[in-house]
């Protein structure tokens, strides 16, 4: 039997507030009441510090939940404390991933509070009317992605390959998988017409590649062509009279990537190669094609993601943002101070510890590296990066730094 509208309203209301707000004790005698979080409730003690934290590894492994994540976020926003979630990871939209991350962790999520690697490619304007090349994730998903960003002409390497099979023979067996999503190409590949043929304008590895050999081939081919014409071969390649012998001299289009990481904390018990796995095998291939160093040839390209400076940059920027918000729905009138301290919590000392230990804040903040046991990092090891401090989880890196280091008081 239906339960009447104003029931089942109500019951809707009563499960979000049971999953939001749970009555179970958290650890060391932390509890978290019903009534700290009332509609209208006001704030009058601002913290001066916030929270980043990274995913894999820290709040989950894989798509599984780590013991006492969602308590540490949930303590966190019921004493208004912000904290941004700021993950290399990537391949589908931010709200798929929202929705996903409160499912498994049972919590609410602001849209502002997530970080993905590629997030950053948003704010690529210049882009947005041009055809660009996306790579990487399952199937097009990152394609969707990109065109939910604003980016109007969208190639995958797929689309190239189900239309040219002969482009890369090596993939055949996947060519049925391939048509299974591929999307009729913008214009053709004519290299006796380059000015009617396929004209990349920006290649964007958005995630982990899965076909390593298709994607690598497609990239090679676009930084050796004439201004990213499919087809073409530049007449600049190895000229020793120009600067890097040559290559990329010839307005190829710029590469990105959105994620430096080698390895990543997955179900399997030891660490996983990442989308800087893939980015190492391409610089192999094309150190081996223009000889490389040994010929004063390197690789031009973007890195954004964990640790670089724009990604850092970017999150501090939208950390503020979010602080602001979260104090002004909670009523707060006056002035906000600035941010002295973020805690970025993580488990990878190459990514997480190495970003927030060099991190040069225009804003001033403190951005103080937390390392947690739960993932990529070896327990009892010394970490090539030194974090600020080393605990078991997150829990304990929420309880070191807002009971022992910024003394917070729980409400």
Not at 143 to 156: C, P, S
Request: charged share 25%.
């Amino acid at each position: 039997m239906a339960l009447p509208a104003p029931v089942l309203r109500a019951s809707r209301l009563l499960y979000k507030c049971s999953t939001i707000i749970p009555t179970l004790s958290l650890c060391n005698g932390y509890r978290i009441h019903r009534r700290g979080l009332q509609t209208g409730q006001s704030v009058t003690k601002i913290p001066e510090f916030a929270f980043a934290f990274d995913i894999d590894g820290v709040l989950l492994r894989s798509s599984t939940p780590l013991p006492r994540a969602t308590q540490s976020l949930q303590y966190l926003q019921h004493q208004n404390i912000p904290f941004i979630l700021l993950t290399n990871g990537g391949g589908k939209h931010e709200s798929e991933r929202i929705a996903d991350l409160e499912s498994r962790l049972s919590i609410h999520l602001p849209p502002a509070s997530f970080i993905q690697s590629h997030t950053p490619f948003a704010s690529l304007n210049s882009y947005k009317d041009k055809t660009i090349l996306v790579l990487g994730g399952d199937e097009d998903k990152c394609r969707d992605v990109a065109l939910r960003y604003g980016f109007k002409t969208v190639v995958t390497p797929g689309d190239i390959f189900a239309a040219y099979p002969s482009i890369w023979p090596f993939s055949a067996h996947m060519l049925e998988y391939y048509r299974g999503f591929a999307r009729p190409l913008p214009a053709p590949i004519d290299p006796a017409h380059p000015d009617r043929s396929l004209k990349i304008d920006a290649v964007f590895v958005f995630n982990d590649p899965r076909d390593w050999g298709l994607d690598t081939q497609i990239i090679k081919d676009v930084l050796l062509s004439r201004a990213g014409i499919l087809g073409t071969l530049s007449e600049k390649n190895g000229n020793p009279d120009l600067p890097n012998n040559g290559f990329q001299q010839d307005d190829q289009p710029p590469l990105f990537f959105s994620n430096p990481d080698l390895l990543w904390a997955a179900k399997y018990h030891l660490p996983r190669l990442g989308q800087g796995g893939f980015r190492a095998a391409l610089e192999g291939v094309w150190s081996a094609i223009t000889g490389g160093k040994e010929n004063g040839v390197a690789l031009y390209k973007t890195v954004m993601g964990k640790p670089h400076q724009p990604t850092y940059e970017f999150a501090e920027k939208r950390l503020v943002e979010h602080r602001e918000a979260l104090l002004r729905e909670k009523g707060y009138q006056g002035e906000v101070k600035p941010l002295k301290r973020v805690y970025m919590v993580g488990d990878n000392p190459e990514s997480d510890i190495l970003g927030a230990n060099n991190y040069e804040s225009k804003l001033g903040t403190d951005w103080t590296s937390v390392l947690v046991e739960t993932g990529v990092y070896e327990k009892g090891t010394e970490p090539k990066h030194r974090p600020r401090k080393i605990v078991g989880d997150v829990w304990d890196a929420v309880r070191w730094a807002a009971v022992e280091q910024e003394g917070w008081k729980e409400k």
